[in-house]
């Protein structure tokens, strides 16, 4: 370069800038891959973050307009493929990597057969809206598939209890990711579908990964929702979280709790919604009321003899308020039949049935445990007679009963077993089998003697 062809001095922020112009101009478009490191998320937005190797490491930033389009959250650790461009941080004299775009490694394939599968289901038509199914209004039994470990049940029957505790709910519990995930899950919406016996049907989970959620993008889950009878709601993941299992749904809710919001309306929704048809129909009528008012007035004023005139209309005013009449009973009366209906379940869940029930089951217990005492009792007399009557084979008094005695040396009261411990004129002790004596040795004898 001829900036270096003579003697010229610069300062350090004339050199930085000249490496950055160059480092900019060569290296605008690169990817590299590498392992995360130093993550730092400040208020501001940016990520911050070094990615390194056996080798060598290097500082990046990923600026918020950037960092907002992530699909997932890099952690420490994370093995990346970011793109970008190499510049200068000037204030501290280092090069970086401004970061446009990342994926984390072994995402890319996952994506291009998340591409490929939808096209080609998209192809054949799964993804027709002349095949989505209504979702009824007001649904009396609710059908969800999850799984029962995760926060996305507890937030759906919270919602749902919130906003309308009498409907049935039915859960199948499933595993929602990794091997055989995406079987369970079709097989429980085909167990749904035979059943036959509910309105409408959730399947989803919380958020997660790309890989987490990999069950829902299966063709198996894809295909037993397009075959199902009843209405299904998609409900996997966050908001930004789209699965394929989201575009063969007869609706695609953003998130579980959004699922259970949409599936039924509250009850204050429908009060509300009762009460402005209400205001809307009193309105309805007084302006017809007014109407025919106004045009009876005018034919009053036109006509001479309006007698006539004055008895149709009448009778049109009392044939509409008897059918308004008509239409408030049957109004009353399908609410009364809906309250009696509600009343009924309320009973059928009365928790007196399930104590009564307990104390059934108590009792049972009671008995049975009494009887199994019973038994081990009368084991026990069995084992303490035979234990008994082997004692009494070993006892020393049969022995003795046959003739035999004991013989103890007094005053020491040992026993004597032999001859040899004895002398002339030791008193002695014999024990029969009835009865003692005392006696003193004369004589004794050797063995054999």
Not at 163 to 187: D, H, M, S, Y
Request: net charge neutral; with cysteine.
């Amino acid at each position: 370069m001829e900036l270096f062809a003579e003697k010229r001095i610069l300062t350090v922020s004339q050199l930085t800038s000249l490496i950055r112009g160059v480092l900019e101009e060569n290296f605008e478009h690169v990817w590299v891959e590498g392992e995360t490191s130093n993550l730092s998320m400040p208020v501001s937005g940016h990520l911050y973050f070094t990615l390194k190797d056996a080798g060598a490491q290097l500082r990046c930033v990923m600026f918020r307009a950037s960092a907002r389009a992530l699909r997932f959250k890099p952690s420490d650790g994370m093995g990346l493929i970011v793109r970008g461009r190499l510049s200068v941080y000037e204030q501290r004299g280092e090069y970086q990597l401004i970061v446009e775009y990342m994926e984390p490694l072994g995402v890319g394939a996952l994506q291009m057969a998340f591409i490929q599968l939808k096209e080609r289901l998209a192809g054949e038509g799964l993804f027709d809206e002349s095949h989505k199914k209504p979702i009824p209004q007001l649904p009396q039994r609710i059908g969800i598939v999850t799984s029962v470990t995760g926060a996305a049940i507890h937030d759906m029957l919270n919602v749902l209890n919130r906003r309308f505790a009498n409907v049935e709910i039915l859960i199948t519990p499933v595993k929602v990711q990794g091997e055989g995930a995406a079987e369970e899950i079709a097989a429980a919406i085909r167990d749904f579908n035979r059943y036959k016996e509910i309105d409408v049907m959730i399947v989803g989970r919380g958020g997660g990964s790309l890989e987490d959620l990999w069950a829902f993008n299966e063709e198996v889950v894809v295909r037993a929702i397009y075959n199902s009878r009843i209405p299904v709601i998609s409900a996997v993941g966050h908001e930004v979280d789209f699965t394929i299992a989201d575009f063969v749904a007869d609706l695609r809710a953003p998130t579980p709790s959004a699922a259970a919001e949409l599936v039924v309306k509250s009850k204050t929704e429908l009060a509300a919604e009762v009460e402005a048809l209400s205001h809307r129909l009193v309105q309805g009528i007084r302006h017809r009321l007014a109407g025919v008012d106004a045009r009876l007035f005018s034919l009053l004023r036109s006509l001479r003899e309006p007698s006539m005139l004055l008895g149709h209309l009448g009778q049109r005013v009392d044939d509409l308020l008897g059918r308004l009449d008509l239409a408030m009973q049957n109004g009353m009366s399908r609410r009364k039949e809906r309250l009696a209906f509600l009343l009924n379940n309320l009973r059928l869940t009365n928790p007196a049935l399930l104590v009564e029930r307990g104390r059934d089951m108590l009792a049972s217990l009671s008995a049975r445990g009494e009887k199994g005492v019973r038994r081990i009792v009368e084991r026990c007399h069995e084992t303490a007679a035979v234990d008994s009557a082997r004692l009494h084979a070993l006892s020393p008094l049969l022995t003795l009963a046959r003739g035999y005695s004991i013989v103890r040396k007094l005053p020491e009261m040992k026993v004597i077993k032999e001859s040899s411990r004895i002398e002339r004129g030791d008193r002695l002790e014999l024990t029969f089998h009835s009865g003692s004596a005392l006696c003193i040795v004369e004589e004794k004898k050797q063995a054999g003697s």
